[in-house]
């Protein structure tokens, strides 16, 4: 048996990917209710974990300052395929303007939360077209091919970059 639930979770073990895997399909009422009971239960701090864990304004800024491709994401980092057209476009409406207020520049790269396109592709395609985003990139792990849907563009994520700078020396 393999040990990993998929792809996208191959750095988790069984139980963590399969927490996390159960946790995007929880209705947002009770995923909100367990994750307030979980910082409660175990004195987390949300602000300390945010900063630890994720950039803030000023690095995103800096980032593009420096040339880096800031793209988009989404506004609450639902997985597309548990979400409706309607909650999808506001999501990517909502996170688009935000970072454009941020970086004072227009986005036009797109990146799928949790690396999934939603239950209709080509829907999700025209809702990304409608606002503006010219491609988006999936955790589908290969090269970029010329052939590639420019909603569909492949990339290797951080993980995948370190383990074979690990295995390359």
Excluded: C
């Amino acid at each position: 048996t393999h040990r990993y639930l998929n792809d996208a979770r191959r750095h988790s073990d069984i139980y963590t990917a399969n927490f996390k895997e159960r946790m995007l399909f929880l209705p947002e009422d009770v995923r909100e209710q367990f994750l307030e009971w979980m910082k409660v239960e175990h004195e987390l701090n949300e602000a300390e974990l945010s900063q630890e864990f994720f950039m803030g304004e000023h690095e995103v800024q800096d980032l593009a300052r420096r040339g880096g491709v800031v793209g988009s994401h989404a506004e609450h980092h639902r997985a597309f395929d548990s979400e409706d057209p309607e909650k999808i476009a506001e999501d990517v409406r909502r996170a688009r303007e935000r970072l454009e207020k941020l970086l004072g520049s227009t986005a036009t790269s797109f990146s799928y939360p949790h690396g999934r396109v939603g239950k209709a592709s080509a829907g999700t395609f025209a809702i990304l077209s409608a606002h503006g985003f010219t491609h988006a990139v999936t955790t589908l792990k290969r090269e970029v091919r010329v052939d590639d849907h420019p909603f569909m563009i492949p990339r290797y994520n951080t993980n995948d970059i370190r383990d074979f700078l690990r295995t390359a020396r």
